[in-house]
């Protein structure tokens, strides 16, 4: 059976944040870089999410024992991301600041929250200077001011942190649990994983079940699904309607993360359905009575291979997966985006070293395969530059790449994430 290469996925991340170092660096925090010129875009605001997505690159960096500049640039986006982003009284943080830190939207989100997690996770696992204390204290942040008591996160609040709208997302949660994920590699703290866990049984498996196992994007304070939610905005940047194909590869992978370390805290562990013992508390967020999730009956792995196989089938064109589609697979809105794609590497690397830890060489040879094709097509996306464009519009609308808008927040995070996680799921 062919295995993936570990040496080589280094190679490409490292070549990836080589892309980015030293031109992406400002006097203060970050600067995207434009994918056909590799200039910096001239606008001034710096994103939280991009701070902290160019922090968690150049922290894998130094993870895989790269050149001393990895370390450098991290520690300097950590810099940036406490003296800039956090607000003054220490409760939160910025969503977009000017290079001197003047906040220009104040917005607390837990998208970004959860960014600001994953900065931290990863900068604690790579050993950087305060780092530690930092993911400490985010955690607390995140159970005082955005657990909702049902294991997931809120969504977003106005700087007194009063919701903004009656809204719960997937996608904040998804990353929240990537996070956590992330925490507890860094530091070995079962509650990181106990988290995860319960964000994953609540978004893959309890709400999964109302829509035939695909994951929606949108609920109501309740938990309940808004399926007409920005129904009238198919191309939302964030909260597009319609079901996402580049999330459900998301969530296989990190499923296969959760099986990961299941299995290595119990080789032998049941495949039974079994509920979360993780309880949520909060002292500043009025929430229902804390409800349990459960993991799927078959196991965190069966499942990861079901969100997989959904989004190859439903949404994966020749070369790319559409943004969006309806739950028969019509496309909604067929961009082709790059993260898409490169989640779809990651995906398929870790459940290629899953599937040889369960024992199905034939599902492990698929996924290898896989991972090979959607790597070959990365040619498609990246710029002049090196730098990977936002999207592809499809065939009929001219096949042309888009770059990204300012301020952007891709500072080719998809891409270093989805070679780290073939480096080290190859290294397994």
């Avoid at 590699?185 to 106990?194: G, I, V």
């Avoid at 196992?213 to 007409?228: I, K, N, Q, S, T």
């Avoid at 290595?264 to 229902?288: F, G, I, L, M, R």
Wanted: negative net charge.
């Amino acid at each position: 059976m062919r295995t993936l290469e570990a040496a080589a996925f280094r190679g490409r991340l490292l070549a990836t944040l080589r892309l980015q170092y030293p031109d992406a660096l400002a006097d203060a925090g970050f600067r995207l870089l434009h994918p056909e010129t590799g200039d910096r875009y001239t606008d001034k605001e710096r994103h939280l999410v991009a701070t902290c997505r160019s922090i968690a690159n150049f922290a894998a960096g130094v993870v895989v024992d790269g050149p001393p500049w990895c370390r450098d640039a991290a520690a300097h986006g950590l810099a940036f991301l406490e003296d800039a982003h956090r607000a003054d009284d220490g409760e939160g943080y910025h969503v977009v600041v000017d290079a001197e830190g003047t906040p220009i939207d104040r917005t607390r989100t837990a998208y970004g929250h959860a960014f600001v997690l994953l900065a931290y996770a990863r900068a604690t696992d790579a050993g950087i200077d305060g780092a530690a204390a930092g993911l400490e204290a985010t955690a607390d942040l995140l159970e005082r001011r955005f657990h909702d008591g049902t294991g997931c996160l809120r969504s977003d609040c106005d700087p007194d942190w009063n919701e903004l709208e009656a809204y719960r997302g997937q996608n904040a949660n998804m990353h929240a649990c990537e996070a956590y994920i992330a925490a507890y590699e860094a530091t070995d703290d079962q509650t990181y994983l106990d988290r995860a866990r319960d964000i994953a049984g609540r978004i893959t498996v309890d709400l999964a079940a109302e829509t035939d196992g695909l994951l929606w994007e949108h609920y109501g304070a309740d938990w309940d699904h808004e399926f007409g939610y920005n129904a009238d905005e198919p191309r939302h940047q964030f909260r597009p309607p319609g079901y996402q194909p580049g999330h459900h590869v998301e969530w296989a992978k990190f499923l296969a993360l959760l099986d990961r370390y299941d299995d290595a805290a119990d080789p032998d562990k049941s495949t039974a359905a079994v509920e979360s013992t993780a309880t949520v508390e909060t002292t500043t967020v009025e929430t229902a009575t804390v409800e349990t999730a459960t993991t799927p009956e078959d196991g965190w792995y069966a499942r990861a291979v079901d969100l997989f196989d959904a989004a190859v089938e439903l949404g994966w064109t020749e070369n790319g997966f559409v943004y969006t589609h309806e739950a028969d697979g019509t496309p909604i809105v067929s961009d082709q985006y790059g993260w898409a794609l490169a989640e779809a590497i990651g995906a398929s690397a870790a459940l290629a070293e899953r599937a040889v830890a369960n024992g199905d060489d034939d599902a492990a040879e698929r996924f290898t395969q896989l991972n090979r094709r959607f790597t070959v097509c990365t040619d498609l996306y990246r710029g002049p530059a090196g730098v990977w464009y936002e999207k592809r519009l499809p065939p009929n609308e001219g096949g042309d790449l888009v770059a990204p808008e300012p301020p952007g927040v891709e500072p080719d995070y998809h891409p270093a994430s989805a070679y780290f996680e073939s480096w080290r799921s190859a290294n397994c």
